[in-house]
């Protein structure tokens, strides 16, 4: 099944009690018994619902991974992975990441004798440096949150393999559509469903899909024994957001290389992160395992500082200036005052985050509109 057919029907059951073409949002929280322990599949909606399980089926098969987990929001997901560890176990994690990330990982389970690298993944050698016995997971954004770096998920995963360490990998930036690192030898893979997967900026929920049957235990478990699990109302929504993917996808990017390079050409743009120009660094990695270069883009303006960033981003019309990303509406953000701002200043700014860059998150708009907004705000 391709690809563009998987979004519509893969891992889908017609409802086998009516036939509903959807299913059915099975707002309930418990099952009738004809004895105890006697039940259909279902008992208690922590543990299952099928509303849940027909999206859970829908992101393993996208993702090409057999098991597929849903919690109400990506940090869920994430803080899931990391309940796999154990106190003095170790994380290698990519710097530029998700200020949540980092903020889950450095606020709360360092407390609980966690120990995490954050370093730069460009130059995937670099990673052994940092690994050790007790060192139990490798956790990469690629592309990375919000200074588009590419990280080589095939390197990585030679790397974990030798090592016998888990590998996990936030796909949320360039989505099934265009990078699939289970394929690639990655172990879990991670989504903000809130973003391009719901693709409508109406839901909250996380994602995380594996291959192997007894990690996928352990996170099931996980899972129904911590409860972040999303109500069926929300599963609908996502389950509908995801056969809509691949064509709201193509629009992404085609709007995105456009705004890229027109950001580029811009007299007053002093740097444009968008993994599809061959100058950005790791280019041909990129190239290599996506499909596309996605929608998501940062910039900076030439002598530009924080009051000229908010002036911008205060001024665009069409662009929302808003958190989250991946919708089918535009929007704009300042990462060092909104979705980084729990990463102190100077190791943000290491990375690249500094109070003048902008981020876009590119939709589905007409891009002469979009082109003509951007223009008005940047002057």
Avoid at 230 to 240: I, T
Wanted: net charge negative.
């Amino acid at each position: 099944m391709k690809f563009n057919t998987k979004t519509i029907h893969g891992g889908q059951k017609h409802d086998p009690a009516y036939g509903a073409v959807m299913p059915p949002i099975y707002q309930t929280s418990t099952y009738a018994q004809t004895t105890p322990g006697g039940h259909k599949g279902f008992e208690y909606s922590r543990t299952h619902n099928p509303t849940r399980k027909a999206l859970e089926d829908s992101f393993a098969s996208i993702e090409n991974g057999k098991f597929g987990l849903a919690f109400g929001s990506g940090l869920a997901a994430i803080d899931a992975v990391i309940k796999l560890l154990k106190p003095g176990d170790e994380v290698v994690s990519t710097n530029d990441l998700y200020g949540g990330t980092y903020r889950l990982f450095t606020k709360i389970f360092e407390d609980f004798g966690i120990k995490f690298h954050f370093i730069g993944m460009e130059n995937a050698d670099k990673v052994e440096d940092y690994v050790n016995e007790n060192t139990k997971l490798i956790w990469v954004e690629t592309p990375t949150n919000p200074m588009m770096n590419i990280i080589d998920i095939k390197a990585i995963a030679a790397i974990s393999k030798t090592h016998n360490i888990l590998l996990a990998v936030d796909n949320t930036f360039a989505t099934p559509y265009l990078q699939r690192p289970l394929d690639l030898g990655a172990d879990i893979v991670m989504h903000s469903a809130t973003k391009y997967l719901g693709g409508h900026s109406d839901v909250v929920m996380g994602a995380l899909i594996v291959k192997d049957s007894t990690l996928a235990e352990r996170l099931y478990f996980i899972q129904n024994a911590s409860g972040a699990v999303c109500g069926p109302q929300d599963s609908f929504l996502v389950l509908r957001g995801i056969k809509t993917l691949h064509i709201r996808m193509q629009r992404h990017c085609e709007n995105g290389e456009a705004i890229a390079k027109y950001l580029k050409n811009h007299p007053k743009i002093e740097k444009v992160y968008w993994p599809g120009f061959e100058d950005h660094p790791n280019h041909e990695i990129a190239k290599a395992q996506m499909d596309g270069f996605g929608g998501m883009i940062s910039f900076v303006t030439k002598g530009s500082d924080y009051d000229s960033a908010i002036k911008i981003v205060e001024n665009l019309k069409f662009f929302t200036l808003a958190e989250s990303l991946g919708g089918v509406e535009s929007l704009a953000g300042h990462p060092a005052s909104m979705t980084h701002a729990s990463i102190p200043k100077e190791e943000r700014e290491k990375t690249g985050v500094v109070d003048s860059l902008i981020r876009l998150s590119v939709g589905i708009e007409d891009i002469n509109d979009l082109i003509a907004d951007l223009e008005q705000a940047i002057g």
